[in-house]
């Protein structure tokens, strides 16, 4: 849907290991064959990175869990396929998966995909459109590849003492990397609601506040990190006919970047926030980019999470045909 850019936003996220976070796992069963960090060579030289898709998997999660304790039922549970009995003791808490709203035979149009769309696959998208979201492979800094004493290992045993689990003592060796290691990570937004920016601050602010884990053994005190924007600050950006029409005391959502067809994608008209202070716009090629740090951060953050909130407290999904006068 919308292949013409209306506005984006991007930051760089530095995550830091809080304590080891396992490259392997000897025993899958025990440690669980969550998502992992993964090693590869370039230019000759180990290097570690944390997969994008498997942060965005994690970041997903987390957020429909954070969606239905605002509101039950709002955010559905992309694994669960139409004739599914029951199968998650949490199933109250979470809508059927999007995807299978629609028949497969006729895709219907984007926006009437979009529109019943919960807000998670609005976001992270479904089988039925991409996401509005990239996030990319989280890498070291340049300098810091190759150096071995990222990594350590640690053996079996001292995991097992952790679970309680297995028993035996069989050693078998892990690899984790080092607590302090910083990956960073780019992500991106584009053509997003108010309230998307303001899902991706949650995330973050969760990832800030050390809630979320990543890498396998996370339900045994495992794969602990802290993130943080980066120092560069985010980045958004409006784009549309090479002419400036967003205020610079005004941040614009897809809702009011689309005017009339607003209500077509089930977006809103006065989706924006008022800036204070305000951020002027620099005219870079066809785009007109604000950074955003420190205090216009700052603010920027707690509006756009409140948007979030609201939007999130508001929602009705759309489950009756809507009108098709767009495609
Ligand atoms: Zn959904």
Redesign the pocket.
Known sequence: MLKALLNEARLYLDITTKGPLLIKSGYATVIGADMAPVETYRSGQKEIYLPGSSLKGVFRSHIEKVVNSIKPQV??N?LSRPNDRDTRDDRKLY?P??GNNFSDKTPPPPHEVYTK??P??RLFG?TLFGSRIAVEDAYLPAGSVGKASLIEHRDGIAIDRLTGGTGGGAKFDLEAVTEGTTFTTDIHLRNFEIWQLGMLFVIIQDMEDELIRLGSGRSRGLGKVKASINEQGVTLSAARRGKNEEPDNELWGLGHWLGEEAATYDTRRNDLLKLSPSVPHTKNGVRYTRIFKDKALNSLKIESIEAFVTRMQEWTPQTTTSSSQRS
Request: contains cysteine; hydrophobic residues 20%.
């Open positions: 955010a559905c992309p809508r998966f999007c769309s919960c998670t696959c479904s």
